[in-house]
């Protein structure tokens, strides 16, 4: 079992940046891939990044590519989401999610169903 907590949300203007974090607890998530998602009010759930667990392989959706970057330390058992040049659509609560290995760069990696864990969500709220 994989605890997760998220950490690092707040309140930004827009062109501001935040860092978020995903702490593990329970064990060792280094096997584990890690994805961020984001679910505004009214809206679905949807993803916005993930990292292998290596950290060799990342992804992005197309509304944050090229300006998040996910990254993660396994000796910290962390993963973080940097997040630049923010604007008032990045408002959201952000989960990070762990799923339990195997996972193979073939495989999804995009969709809520592949995550074993979630964490509570950390609110981000970029004001314009």
């Known amino acids: 079992q994989v605890q997760l907590v998220e950490s690092g949300g707040g309140l930004v203007q827009t062109g501001g940046s935040l860092r978020l974090s995903c702490a593990a607890s329970?064990?060792?998530?280094?096997?584990?891939?890690v994805g961020w998602f984001r679910q505004a009010p009214g809206k679905e759930r949807e993803f916005v990044a993930a990292?292998?667990?290596?950290?060799?392989?990342?992804y992005y959706a197309d509304s944050v590519k090229g300006r998040f970057t996910i990254s993660r330390d396994n000796f910290k058992n962390t993963v973080y989401l940097q997040m630049n040049s923010l604007k008032p659509e990045d408002t959201a609560v952000y989960y990070c999610?762990?799923?339990?290995?195997?996972?193979?760069?073939?495989?999804?990696?995009?969709?809520?169903?592949?995550?074993?864990?979630w964490g509570q969500g950390t609110q981000v709220t970029v004001s314009s």
């Open positions: 999610a762990a799923r339990n290995p195997p996972w193979f760069t073939s495989a999804p990696y995009n969709a809520a169903r592949v995550y074993d864990y």
């Open positions: 329970g064990r060792t998530f280094s096997n584990n891939l």
């Open positions: 990292i292998s667990s290596s950290g060799a392989n990342t």
